[in-house]
């Protein structure tokens, strides 16, 4: 009976390990570049970069905006992806943006969709592809 007992037990463990595995993700800083496609614009944007440190509990990269007021409105973590939506409020409107990424250990790629609104109540969407490659400790 106890054994029967012990190999339920281990089949439980066994199947749910998956369920609390982490993505591939190396902790550490990270340099992200990213390019915008904004619907209506009649030119491309400059491709952006900047740096990050990673981490196991803060696996979203952002980049902090002076002026802006933003939450985490929801993460989550499926095999090695992360997404999440975020809220901003600044005093020309507010932004939401989903995004999701898939970490493959030192590099990951992914993508970012926004809507910008206006006072006004004029939209705007933009879609950010992503990519980042860990560069070395976090400082």
Not at 96 to 110: A, D, H, L, R, V
Request: hydrophobic share 35%; proline share 4%; glycine share 8%.
């Amino acid at each position: 009976m106890v054994r029967i007992f012990s190999a339920v037990v281990l089949l439980t463990l066994a199947l749910s390990a998956p369920a609390f595995a982490e993505p591939n993700m190396k902790e550490g800083m990270w340099e992200m570049a990213m390019k915008m496609d904004m619907q209506g614009m009649p030119f491309a944007m400059p491709p952006m970069k900047f740096n990050q440190c990673i981490t196991k509990k803060d696996m979203v990269p952002y980049k902090k905006e002076k002026g802006q007021d933003c939450d985490m409105v929801s993460t989550k973590i499926s095999g090695d992806t992360v997404s999440w939506v975020v809220k901003c409020k600044d005093k020309h409107g507010t932004t939401e943006s989903s995004g999701q990424i898939t970490y493959e250990g030192e590099k990951f790629n992914g993508v970012i969709n926004t809507t910008m609104t206006d006072a006004g109540g004029s939209s705007q969407k933009s879609k950010m592809n992503m990519s980042g490659r860990r560069i070395g400790a976090c400082k």
